[in-house]
């Protein structure tokens, strides 16, 4: 889960980072790792279980899954209606 307090102490479960300055590329980063920690612990995914896990919004999820598909660290399937991302080996 994402908690931002006063605007630059970011926290995702145990792990705390310190930002001096909140930038669109720094959100979206912050975001794809909490994404790619999902699919790490739960393995191959359907964005709808992303945005349950993550407890990001739809949108934050696939600007998270964008940034990550350009870093080339994720495969994106599609099965019967549904998108399946999963991290690349």
Do not use: C
């Not at 792990?15 to 980063?29: D, N, P, Q």
């Not at 870093?71 to 019967?80: A, D, P, S, T």
């Amino acid at each position: 889960m994402l908690t931002i307090l006063r605007g630059y102490l970011i926290i995702l479960g145990s792990i705390s980072i310190l930002m001096t300055e909140i930038t669109v590329e720094s959100v979206f980063g912050v975001n794809a790792g909490i994404v790619w920690e999902a699919l790490h612990q739960n393995g191959p995914s359907a964005i709808d279980n992303l945005v349950k896990a993550t407890g990001l919004s739809r949108e934050l999820v696939y600007g998270a899954l964008g940034w990550l598909g350009r870093e080339n660290k994720i495969i994106l399937e599609k099965r019967g209606r549904a998108f399946v991302v999963s991290l690349m080996p």
